[in-house]
């Protein structure tokens, strides 16, 4: 086993004290946005080994099949399928879409060949892999997630159009355009697509409509009694005046996650997380195609050739209880599963689901890991990544949680 450190990301939109008050650290004075637990070659986790530390990348490309498993070789290759992030946020990430596996293999090595550095700011695709990704909540999680249908989003267009009616405004054209696509008789994936592009589209239009669309709502909030769709626009609004990002979330479903709840992201689902804390776990990969909310690169051409158009429910995970305090979440990708476990302070040990490489964070109180080649205590706030030759792996309860419940977060490849 192998004791890790983390990279932590501070983007703007990320908490000051949300990471640190989960682990039990000292807050660092700034955004801590996202905390990176992987080998993703952007921000890889740094092992603790005899030899000194080493980027955990480098040291599983040095021994794949033990650290990741001869199956998880021949199906992913050398390199850990998952990335696993605790995210924190306080105000908007951006609206965004990710690719399929085939677009981001094919378009990773037109840019490639067309010579465009990797960290270019126009560069869409960082990486050859896709990132399907799910999300767990720790706190109350607020998001948008995919489409909602035609005829619910028709409904709050025109909820805008009555609150700029109601402030003494005339109706702008593009509200107008927007509203009556909506109800266009057409499949609902092209009247979904005419919306969005038009609203995106729409340059200074689009942007004299955010303002006067938030404004109008806004004078209807004074006593909180907007639907929390609309009130999205105007808290949106705060936080990315004029962006076309803000009525498009009227096209999404607004999702609120309790405690435990767990939602996935597949290929071509259009979503920004809005804030919460949670645990993020993903394919390994950074490919995010931004379609506002934002102010970095907008490509709208990709973005379209990538998002998918139909309507969808939330597409929330269900939980898997295997007992022992023990949960499971397994969300229809084969990169990853996510498992929970919580121990009395004299509760018995439990096994961890791992199927080649696994993961693990703690998160409250201590643990001792035991596996058939050695042991480790693991600290609140402490990570590991235990190879696949250290299977299998038992949790117990250890005296340094003080009396209190301890609680692990783990990530193996899906079963």
């Given at each position: 086993m192998?004791?890790l ?5 501070d983007?703007?939109?990320?908490s000051?004290?949300a ?5 039990g650290?000292?807050?660092g004075?700034g ?13 890889p ?9 080493v ?5 599983i490309a ?11 070789v ?5 390199r ?6 605790l995210?924190?946020?306080?105000r908007?990430?951006s609206?965004?879409v990710?690719?399929?596996?085939a ?5 990773f ?18 990486d050859d ?9 720790l706190?109350?999680f ?5 489409f909602?249908p035609c005829?619910d989003?028709?409904v709050l267009?025109?909820?805008v159009?009555?609150a700029?009616?109601?402030a003494g405004?005339q ?5 107008k355009?927007?509203?009556t696509t909506?109800a ?5 994936p092209?009247v979904i697509r005419?919306a969005?592009?038009?609203?995106i ?7 004299e409509?955010v303002?006067l669309a938030a ?7 004074t006593?909180?009694g907007?639907?929390?769709?609309l009130?999205t626009?105007?808290?949106l ?5 004029g962006?076309?990002g803000?009525?498009i979330s009227l096209?999404l479903n607004?999702?609120s996650?309790r405690?435990?709840q767990?939602?996935y992201?597949?290929?071509?689902n259009i979503?920004a ?13 950074d490919?995010?195609l931004?379609g ?6 907008v490509?709208?051409p990709e ?6 158009f139909s309507?969808?429910?939330v ?6 209880t ?5 949960h ?9 599963a996510?498992q929970?476990v919580?121990?009395?302070?004299d509760g018995e040990?439990?096994p ?7 993961l693990v964070l ?8 035991d ?12 990570s590991?990544f235990v190879?696949?030759?250290e299977?299998p792996?038992?949790?117990?309860p250890?005296v340094?949680?003080a ?7 783990a ?5």
């Amino acid at each position: 086993m192998f004791a890790l450190t983390n990279a932590l990301r501070d983007y703007p939109w990320g908490s000051a004290t949300a990471i640190a008050e989960l682990l039990g650290t000292e807050p660092g004075g700034g955004p801590e946005a996202e905390l990176w637990m992987g080998a993703h070659p952007d921000s890889p986790s740094v092992a603790r080994t005899p030899e000194g530390p080493v980027a955990l990348d480098a040291l599983i490309a040095a021994q794949p099949d033990a650290m990741l498993g001869a199956d998880v070789v021949a199906s992913f290759g050398a390199r850990l399928p998952f990335l696993a992030k605790l995210l924190a946020a306080d105000r908007a990430l951006s609206l965004q879409v990710h690719p399929t596996l085939a677009r981001a293999r094919q378009r990773f090595a037109d840019e490639e060949a067309a010579g465009v550095a990797r960290d270019a700011a126009g560069r869409n695709y960082k990486d050859d892999n896709h990132k399907p990704e799910m999300l767990y909540a720790l706190t109350p999680f607020h998001a948008l997630c995919g489409f909602r249908p035609c005829a619910d989003a028709a409904v709050l267009f025109e909820a805008v159009a009555d609150a700029i009616t109601a402030a003494g405004a005339q109706v702008p054209e593009l509200l107008k355009l927007v509203t009556t696509t909506l109800a266009a008789d057409m499949a609902e994936p092209m009247v979904i697509r005419s919306a969005f592009e038009a609203l995106i589209g729409g340059a200074e239009a689009s942007r004299e409509l955010v303002e006067l669309a938030a404004a109008s709502l806004a004078r209807q909030d004074t006593e909180g009694g907007l639907d929390a769709a609309l009130r999205t626009v105007v808290e949106l609004s705060r936080q990315y005046p004029g962006d076309p990002g803000v009525l498009i979330s009227l096209l999404l479903n607004r999702v609120s996650l309790r405690p435990g709840q767990a939602m996935y992201l597949p290929a071509g689902n259009i979503h920004a997380y809005l804030s919460g804390l949670g645990v993020e776990v993903m394919a390994s990969s950074d490919n995010v195609l931004r379609g506002g909310l934002t102010g970095k690169h907008v490509d709208v051409p990709e973005l379209l050739a990538t998002v998918d158009f139909s309507s969808t429910e939330v597409p929330l995970v269900p939980t898997r209880t295997t007992g022992l305090g023990q949960h499971v979440w397994e969300p229809p990708f084969a990169e990853f599963a996510l498992q929970r476990v919580e121990l009395a302070p004299d509760g018995e040990p439990v096994p961890l689901v791992q199927n080649g490489p696994l993961l693990v964070l703690a998160v409250s109180g201590a643990v001792l890991l035991d596996s058939p080649r050695g042991d480790m205590v693991l600290p609140r706030g402490g990570s590991v990544f235990v190879p696949a030759v250290e299977n299998p792996v038992m949790v117990h309860p250890h005296v340094d949680a003080a009396g209190q419940p301890s609680v692990v977060f783990a990530v193996t490849v899906a079963g």
